[in-house]
């Protein structure tokens, strides 16, 4: 298989290897990014924690909360061009499909694509907006969450969407906190609320990975899987949310952080979409 610098510059900006590596891994692997990315971290390289799917386009993510606070909803639509997805029209327009989302409730796009807006089903507005500017629109994410709190962050100009669900809604400053776990979760992109929450199948993988580094780096064929351990331990600590550093202050993790806040205080779940991964 011919490996192309294309294809290379599309692995270096996923991981933020170098040019040599990312060319000696697409190599090694035939081509297959995914593959590749793993033999590049199995070599011991720091890659990118990109984990959305490589090839989006540009696009405006848009949130919604009902005035309970009770349910929150993030819609994502794509477009060609970043040009477009600053437009203040284009960003009305999403916010007008998300409107019609928060007022209906859909179970999925298919639904949404059929509730009606301004006497036109929401399907029609997105062709009518394809005509007007030319470009390739298209509604590739809908999520919804419902809970005692539900709390909405979106950030660096509606290209991250986050939704934050807590599981108590007695005290006003739980919105406030739920907004700061919105901006960790925004920041330091978590893959779940905690160890328990990440698939078998995922912490399989980076065991598996953490083994074949310590493999390489030559130490004792007894000492491997305790070393690999401690790399998976590592993992799951700076990839779940409770685990993290907090980010406004680094001195405490997420979780101490919410029992300042209140000893029952939790998040349920969290919802975290993002243009370009």
């Known amino acids: 298989m011919t490996i192309t610098s294309s294809d290379i510059a599309k692995l270096r900006k996923i991981t933020g290897a170098g040019m040599m590596d990312c060319k000696e891994a697409l190599t090694a692997t035939n081509g297959d990014f995914d593959e590749a990315i793993d033999y590049l971290r199995k070599?011991?390289?720091?890659?990118?924690?990109?984990?959305?799917?490589?090839?989006?386009?540009?696009?405006?993510?848009?949130?919604?909360?009902?005035?309970?606070?009770?349910f929150g909803l993030l819609v994502e639509v794509c477009c060609e061009t970043d040009f477009v997805a600053k437009n203040a029209d284009f960003i009305g327009f999403v916010n007008k499909i998300a409107d019609a989302a928060l007022k209906f409730r859909p179970n999925s796009i298919d639904e949404l694509l059929t509730l009606p807006v301004d006497n036109v089903k929401v399907a029609d507005l997105v062709d009518e907006q394809l005509a007007k500017i030319g470009e390739k629109i298209q509604i590739i994410n809908y999520r919804s969450l419902s809970s005692d709190i539900v709390v909405p962050y979106i950030h660096l100009g509606n290209k991250i969407g986050v939704l934050v669900a807590l599981n108590k809604s007695d005290n006003p400053d739980f919105i406030s906190a739920g907004?700061?776990?919105?901006?960790?979760?925004?920041?330091?992109?978590?893959?779940?609320?905690?160890?328990?929450?990440?698939?078998?199948?995922?912490?399989?993988?980076?065991?598996?990975?953490?083994?074949?580094?310590?493999?390489?780096?030559?130490?004792?064929?007894?000492?491997?899987?305790?070393?690999?351990?401690?790399?998976?331990?590592?993992?799951?600590?700076?990839?779940?949310?409770?685990?993290?550093a907090f980010v406004k202050d680094s001195t405490k993790t997420v979780e101490e952080f919410l029992k300042q806040i209140d000893k029952e205080l939790k998040v349920n779940k969290f919802i975290r979409l993002a243009v370009n991964g």
């Open 43 to 70: 070599k011991g390289q720091k890659v990118s924690a990109k984990r959305a799917d490589r090839d989006a386009t540009e696009g405006v993510i848009v949130a919604k909360i009902s005035e309970d606070n009770k």
């Open 179 to 244: 907004k700061d776990i919105a901006m960790q979760i925004a920041a330091m992109n978590p893959l779940a609320v905690d160890a328990t929450q990440i698939e078998k199948s995922v912490i399989e993988h980076e065991m598996a990975i953490a083994i074949d580094q310590v493999r390489q780096e030559g130490k004792p064929e007894n000492m491997i899987e305790k070393i690999a351990q401690g790399k998976l331990q590592k993992f799951l600590k700076e990839n779940t949310l409770l685990s993290q």
